[in-house]
């Protein structure tokens, strides 16, 4: 074979192979807070190619104050959404905004009570002898009602929170919310003692949280890009639990510069030591696991609360098409 030859050969092998090739597809995820440890899954994705690997190119779009991704999710502005507990997942079948669940990584909602030692308020139900139980409104709105639905809680202990933790430290008989992969750090930190620290989750508040959430047309018209995304994530959420998690928290920190090795370091030990993502069903369907049984002792504790009415439809806010298939089991450690 002549050198030209050669030369039109390669050319050609060449480019049937970059004709071959699949380009990435382009998929935005909007988060619903800061970039911090919480979120450190889809990071890890990121951070290690995984999301690549499965043929996306992912764009974490970080939440906050000022961000309104649930809403532009919803308006088809982002493709993917990072909810909270399903509350939100409930209330949207209820005003009939076409959004589903299609994973959950949280098998645990991270929000807990706090209360100082040796006070009196040393298990959850001494919590009810308080009269300045510290709520921001949407708690007030949600699991607090719940709280006096199930457990016997009061209106009249509620005090505003404003996310300010000082009122909390000086009145050595409140109760302040929090989340368990944060709050319990920064009391400590700024008081000087660790407070008692009561998970929601182990007291019957047993709803999904940090779930993905798309749009309804999404899941009918695309479902291998569903299916990839969430496959993808869940491999993520295993690798920053049980692997080399560094370059992921490098850039948690890039989008959020305020946050520090410190908390990311704890938050991720707390995830672990409470089973917030590894947990219950997750252990043997892999996480992002969610059952029809969770999900109907949920809404029914929502119903019993009066966040709803009964005869809500709720199952059209989860699907569990994309999940229960034990992807990522085998990188437990």
Known sequence: MNLNAWIMGALAACWSGNA???????VTFGTNWLAQGEHGGYYQALADGTYEKYGLKVTIVPGGPRASNRMLMT???????????????????????????????????????????????????????????????????TFFQWMKAEHGFRDEQVKPYGFNPAPFIANRRAVQQGYVTSEPLTIEKAAGFKPNVFLLADHGFSTYSTTVETRREVVEKNPDLVQRFVDASTIGWYTYLYGDNTKARELIKRDNPEMSDELLVYSHAKMKEYGIVDSGDAQTLGIGAMTDARMKDFFDKMVKAGLFKPDLDYRKAYTLQFVNKSVGLSLRK
Request: net charge negative; aromatic share 6%; proline share 5%.
């Open 75 to 141: 308006v088809g502005k982002l493709d993917f959404y990072m909810g909270g507990s399903m509350i939100q997942a409930f209330s949207a079948v209820e005003k009939d905004i076409p959004t589903v669940v299609v994973a959950a990584h949280f098998q645990k909602e991270p929000q807990v009570l706090m209360s100082h030692p040796g006070q009196g308020l040393d298990t959850f139900a001494d919590l009810k002898t308080s009269n300045d139980i510290l709520l921001s409104k949407d708690a007030a709105a």
């Open 20 to 26: 071959l090739a699949q380009p990435l597809t382009e």
